[in-house]
């Protein structure tokens, strides 16, 4: 498949569009990343696609959406009823087009009202109707479960193939490092992961594991895993599944709020995307898998839609069960289901009704559920990083813990700042034509550092869990190297000890983590927007663990040897416990986190989940909040609405203020230069004039007005269903021709004996499309956009149209007063 731009994280394949541009051309080049993944039940057609001012579809009112669309004509031919015989396709969407929200809404309450009519008149109605108000619970147990299995799966084949870069166990190579040594008799406490079942590539191969020899045939064959497990996850999505790469939330975003990709959340995408998440975590690569298992998700949720048809048929119905699976995905990627809930509430959805809110719990609840029966982590707990410190926080522990926050929120701003301006070089430059190359290059470059260092060697969760451990009397690692206390009345209470002086072991770890924080920072850039699944989430959490714990061993060691100083007095006296370390970890992971998120509430909670930390809390929300105003000073885009502005996607953030004074007048379209407004008239234009407007223009939709004369607004009519109901009317009505009149009245004007019969469009018209006056302030057409789902908003002057305005026109306003380029806005 020869598509150098194929990532969903891009479009790199879509040029702009231009008043030149057809849309079959622009369709057309974005099907053929959509030949192998569409679920969708409505092809795009082959005339309609994206718009420049008629947008996507028209926001509906109630009694234009409760009909089908039909046609009827008068004469002697049967005459279609679109009641009993709705035409297939009318009401759907083209591809890189956004839903109307309200025409969905109202479709759905007709259709409630419908069944709940019916349900008074018999006993299997009200079976429907009990059954149709059970489906969304099955629906999201069916999510849940799916969901949860798929994440087990990833966890454990991702932990084998991360320990095959390693070696290979000898009593059945399915098994990984851990496991194999599981039942072992023959390992030592100094050596717990060490034994005889497993054997390094340089004791296969050479016979022995000591030596110069040695370590360079492992260093030899790290890389050369490394470099396969990387070359086979950018092939598999380059060839079967380009939507596959990449995190997923701000696609999954953008489509949340309405904009379609057909394929995006199909079943080869959840196919591949599964595969290559395990290979891609497995090679090493500064990513990880949290991102990419809200994706896989929603992939879940879409599929399962399509077996109940109230989902199926229904866009803003699917976008509450999205919204949920959203919840699914974070719930399993960190076992965390209270937070996963308030991450889709607060990060990822557009709309969130409060039964949204109870099936996204259940959801969530069930995925939780289903991963813990799993057990994919071993140790019998859903959590990821179970955290148990003996020593509690103290108040003068809040200056390091905010110190930490301005570290997070700076990391944030320059890792949003770089990554944009690397993924904008991709885009623009040769670079962007070789992503097999860009990815090896990257995987070997990744593997050749990270290997002599054993703090980048070890996965990103293998890090984070030994940053946010607590030293005790049985630990082993080079992090617990303090010198050995010379009696026992300086030990702890229980398994921990007390503040200890370092020891030349943790001095040697704190140089390993200081060269791994440096690397992670620059080499996380690089990575995260490759043409491979690829999740933020570990890798920022690593950075911000690695500083915290840098951090809060120079605190323990300051407190050791000044406990007489004033900050200290009172509560670390000498022969205490008095700094964790890990903690310190704990809070720079939530610092950098939400630094490159902006996320807070729900950060705090999975931070809480995620460790089972709950009287670390207060710590978490200093560090999460101090670090969200200082990324803010410097920008108020997260990573994500970074990511969906560099793409051009039509997602109008609710976070963002219109603080202009511009009018309506000011943004609409046609400007004064330009050509009048493209109109349809409710009566006197024949069959073979409609057609030819519509195949002269672009326009995916077209206002309709009494006559040219009067310009008087009637209502608004689509592209998509003003071609499919002539098609229509051709084949199945007799007597459509093109000197046929076109009417959009209740009535046929009287005609001639010998004329043809009429076509009557006046049931795909909508008959109150949203409309505003000239003089209407912008900042009260953007809210009017936000929050009713507007695609698009008809201009008027005393009844006179005007002109209209597209969420497309407004976020290229808004992007000229930001100083942005406004033709970097690619879809409407």
């Known amino acids: 498949m020869e598509n150098p731009g194929y990532c969903s994280g891009s479009f790199d394949g879509l040029h702009h569009p231009s008043d030149d541009d057809d849309d079959d051309e622009m369709v057309d080049i974005a099907g053929a990343t959509l030949d192998f993944s569409s679920t969708d039940d409505v092809p795009p057609l082959s005339s309609g696609g994206f718009e420049d001012y008629s947008t996507t579809t028209t926001t509906s009112s109630s009694s234009s959406s409760s009909r089908a669309a039909g046609m009827n004509g008068t004469g002697p031919t049967k005459l279609v009823d679109p009641l009993e015989d709705p035409l297939p396709g009318v009401g759907t969407y083209e591809d890189f087009n956004t839903i109307d929200w309200v025409r969905e809404k109202s479709k759905d309450r007709d259709r409630h009202r419908e069944i709940t009519n019916k349900s008074r008149q018999s006993t299997v109605a009200l079976l429907h109707s009990v059954s149709d108000a059970f489906s969304g619970w099955l629906l999201m147990l069916l999510v849940g479960l799916m969901a949860g299995a798929l994440a087990g799966g990833i966890d454990i084949a991702a932990h084998w193939l991360a320990d095959m870069k390693g070696g290979v166990c000898l009593i059945g190579f399915w098994f990984n490092h851990e496991h194999c040594c599981w039942t072992s008799n023959e390992t030592t406490f100094q050596e717990r992961d060490r034994c005889p079942q497993w054997q390094s590539w340089a004791e296969l191969i050479t016979g022995t594991s000591e030596g110069p020899f040695a370590y360079i045939v492992n260093y030899l064959m790290y890389i050369f895993w490394a470099l396969l497990f990387a070359f086979l996850a950018v092939t598999l999505v380059r060839a079967f599944a380009p939507y596959a790469c990449g995190s997923g939330i701000p696609e999954i975003k953008t489509i949340l709020s309405g904009f379609i990709i057909r394929g995006y959340l ?8 599964t595969i290559t998440l395990v290979l891609a975590v497995s090679s090493g690569l500064s990513l990880g898998k949290e991102g990419p298992l809200v994706h896989v998700a929603c992939c879940c949720a879409n599929i399962l839609c399509h077996l109940f048809t109230k989902y199926r048929k229904n866009e803003a119905k699917r976008r509450e069960v999205l919204s949920a699976a959203a919840a699914v995905g974070v719930s399993v990627a960190f076992g965390a289901p209270i937070g996963g809930v308030l991450f889709s509430l607060e990060e990822v959805s557009y709309y969130f009704p409060l039964k949204t809110l109870w099936r996204s719990f259940f959801a969530a609840l069930v995925a939780a559920f289903t991963l813990r029966s799993i057990n994919p982590f071993g140790n019998s707990r859903l959590v990821l990083f179970y955290v148990e410190f003996h020593a509690p926080w103290h108040l003068v522990e809040l200056a390091p813990f905010i110190l930490l926050g301005i570290f997070g929120g700076l990391w944030g701003a320059l890792f949003i700042k770089a990554n944009i301006a690397w993924c904008r070089k991709r885009k623009s430059t040769i670079l962007g034509h070789y992503p097999v190359i860009e990815v090896l290059v990257v995987a070997a470059l990744t593997a050749i550092i990270a290997y002599p260092n054993s703090y980048t060697r070890m996965s990103g969760s293998e890090l984070i869990s030994e940053l946010f451990n607590d030293c005790s009397l049985l630990d082993s690692s080079q992090l617990c190297g303090y010198k050995q206390p010379t009696n026992t009345s300086e030990t702890g209470a229980g398994n921990s000890l007390t503040d200890r002086a370092a020891g030349e072991g943790l001095y040697t770890a ?3 983590l200081a060269l791994a924080l440096v690397f992670k920072m620059m080499i996380t850039v690089i990575t995260f927007g490759m043409k491979v699944p690829s999740g933020l989430f570990i890798p920022s959490m690593a950075v911000g663990a690695i500083a915290g714990r840098l951090l809060g061993v120079g605190m323990e060691q300051l407190a050791y040897y000044n406990h007489d100083w004033f900050i200290f007095k009172g509560w670390c006296s000498q022969g205490a416990d008095c700094i964790t370390p890990g903690l310190y970890a704990m809070v720079g992971a939530a610092a950098c986190l939400g630094g ?19 009287e670390y809390i207060v710590p978490l929300m200093a560090a999460t909040m101090t670090s969200k105003w200082v990324a803010d000073a410097f920008g108020r885009e997260g990573i994500y609405e970074a990511h969906i502005r560099l793409n051009g996607y039509p997602f109008l953030e609710a976070k963002e203020e219109f603080e202009h004074s511009s009018l309506a007048v000011d943004v609409m379209r046609p400007r004064r230069a330009d050509p009048a407004l493209a ?31 009067s310009q008087r607004l009637v209502g608004f009519v689509l592209r998509r269903d003003l071609l499919i109901s002539i098609d229509n009317a051709r084949k199945r009505q007799e007597g459509v021709v093109s000197a046929s009149q076109v009417v959009f009245t209740e009535h046929a004007p009287t005609q001639p004996d010998d004329a043809p019969p009429p076509l009557r469009l006046r049931g795909i018209m909508d008959l109150s499309p949203f409309t505003v006056t000239d003089h209407t302030p912008m900042d009260i057409t953007v809210d009017i956009f ?10 008027t002057h005393n009844g006179r149209l005007l002109g209209i305005i597209t969420k497309k026109d407004i976020l290229k306003h808004m992007a000229q007063i930001a100083n942005r380029d406004p033709e970097s806005i690619l879809f409407n």
Do not use: A, D, N
């Open 786 to 795: 936000r929050k009713l789902g507007l695609r698009q908003c008809l201009v």
């Open 266 to 273: 199909g079943k080869w995408t959840l196919i591949i995307k």
């Open 510 to 512: 704190l140089w390993q």
């Open 679 to 709: 109109v349809l008239t409710q009566e006197g234009m024949t069959v073979g004039e409609v057609e030819t407007l519509v195949e002269s223009t672009h326009y995916s939709g077209f206002p309709v007005v009494v006559s040219q004369e």
């Open 596 to 614: 490159v998120t902006r996320m807070t509430v729900s950060l705090v909670v999975i931070m809480f989940e995620l460790t089972g930390g709950l």
